[in-house]
């Protein structure tokens, strides 16, 4: 009798197992992903009984389609904030026809505006970018809003909430946003300390153990300052002291970027939106986008993608960009594990006897995503591409460069992640001396580098090969 009544059991535990593997697999045919994502997960399912389950419960969902987050956007509310968006100042007709369809299709697919007139600088390192966005902090009279995906509890994270606490003390309302898994480590002393001096502090996607709320693999990624709605930061750094002080893979090497200007009024519009969401609550007072002088003869989109976007609106202009290139186009990405499109665009782009360079860290801090780039790197290498290991320090930063004329800094990596996972913000902008700031700063990184040989990488042992194409399986996880 104990036999039977354990093999009924057994028997059950079998047939619900099959049954959740055949929905899962008839889930992922039904959403019509791209066939080699769908074939990974199928792949992860059959050779990882039981934890390809997880997996998946986790990091398999497809939010894009499924619209379970599209409650974040509130670009369809009728009384929402309209910034200011004055091409006035600038001659269409002087943009080449390669500038004028990718603003064209940034504001077709991201609904970002071009923003005319503003006054930019550009940062390459730790230290000016902290005393900048510091020094700007200490200006501020009215509103300081802040979202960063990670906010360490070290040295220049307590000097930034000491400061937020001696601002909102004196009158200047503060609203930050932190991921819940990108500032796991923060204690909640930090949190209370800014929330008992008057700052709000909202978590972005607090993690839930349910399976309607798991939504764990959906982080934000952005990097957004604004103060008095005068001035706006973005890039690529967090607030962490490894971008002065180093870890155990050296100083991080990152980009971020100072506005002044009519644009300054779309990141204050990307921020506002991530507080609607935050929050629930439609921030819609004129204050909030002051009326700002015109500076230089340039053009600025802020674009915002994830999955509450029906496109993949940075992976979108990246490769537009790409393709279109007529002379150069020079990468830094510190996570190479680009989506097809990306890798066709820079294919093809190289193959047209375009000058196409990619710098890459030779040490990364995600040895998995650094398995599943050298799997890419023989056939960027056959098609034209030069490919660079930054080292010594590590490499953070997301820029591009293209043809002088058109520069893309913020958030995003060349990686699945950004592309369909992360809500990322990039700066896309048509402005000659910012492109030749970013080349010249892409030229210095080099002094750093070494160019990989393709003769050289080909005598990596078979081992490191099979490690590298088993770590490529794994893409739709990173």
């Known amino acids: 009798m104990e036999t039977t009544i354990q093999d009924f059991f057994s028997w059950t535990l079998s047939a619900l197992y099959i049954y959740m593997i055949v929905a899962i697999i008839i889930a992922i045919l039904l959403d019509n992903r791209d066939p080699a994502k769908s074939l990974a997960w199928i792949t992860i399912l059959v050779l990882l009984p039981v934890v390809g389950i997880i997996l998946y419960l986790f990091f398999g969902h497809d939010f894009r389609k499924q619209k379970i987050i599209t409650k974040k956007s509130i670009r369809n509310i009728k009384n929402r904030p309209i910034p200011v968006c004055d ?3 600038v001659d269409m007709e002087t943009l080449t026809p390669q500038q004028q369809n990718l603003i064209q299709l940034l504001m077709k697919v991201g609904e970002a505006p071009a923003y005319a007139g503003s006054k930019i600088h550009v940062y390459a390192d730790g230290e000016s970018t902290f005393d900048a966005m510091f020094s700007a902090i200490e200006q501020a009279q009215k509103h300081i809003h802040i979202e960063f995906f990670i906010f360490e509890d070290d040295r220049v994270s307590n000097r930034l ?10 009158g200047v309302r503060v609203r930050m946003i932190y991921d819940y898994l990108g500032s796991w480590r923060l204690p909640k ?11 709000y502090v909202r978590s972005f ?31 690529g750094l967090n607030i962490a002291d490894r971008y002065l002080y180093g870890n155990k893979l050296g100083k991080w090497r990152d980009t971020f970027v100072r506005i002044e200007g009519n644009a300054v009024h779309g990141l204050q519009a990307n921020f506002l939106i991530d507080w609607f969401f935050v929050d629930r609550k439609l921030i819609t007072d004129p204050k909030y986008y002051p009326e700002m002088p ?20 940075i992976t979108h202009g990246l490769t537009h960009a790409i393709m279109t290139a007529t002379d150069y186009a020079y990468m830094h990405t510190p996570y190479f594990v680009p989506s097809q499109s990306v890798v066709s665009a820079i294919h093809t782009a190289a193959l047209s006897g375009i000058d196409v360079r990619l710098l890459i860290p030779e040490k990364s801090d995600s040895p998995l995503s650094a398995y599943a780039t050298n799997s890419y790197i023989a056939r960027l290498m056959e098609a034209g591409v030069r490919v660079y290991f930054y080292q010594n320090n590590f490499l953070h930063s997301k820029s591009i460069v293209i043809d002088n004329m058109i520069s893309s800094i913020g958030s995003a990596n060349l990686d699945e992640r950004s592309s369909n996972q992360n809500f990322e913000l990039n700066a896309f902008i048509y402005d000659k001396d910012t492109a030749k700031t970013l080349k010249e700063l892409f030229l210095n990184d080099l002094k750093n580098s070494r160019e990989i040989n393709a003769e050289e990488w080909a005598q990596r042992s078979n081992w490191e090969k099979l490690k590298e194409s088993i770590a490529r399986l794994f893409v739709p996880l990173l």
């Open 87 to 89: 091409t006035s100042h």
């Open 161 to 170: 909430r000491e400061l937020l606490i001696r601002k909102a003390q004196e």
């Open 294 to 313: 015109v500076y230089d003869d340039n053009l600025i989109q802020f674009v915002a993608s994830g999955p509450d976007s029906d496109w993949e609106n």
């Open 189 to 199: 002393s930090y949190i209370r300390s800014l929330r008992r001096a008057g700052a």
């Open 205 to 235: 996607l607090p993690v839930r153990f349910r399976l309607s709320r798991m939504k764990i693999n959906y982080r934000n990624h952005r990097k957004i300052l604004v103060v008095d709605g005068k001035v706006g930061f973005t890039g």
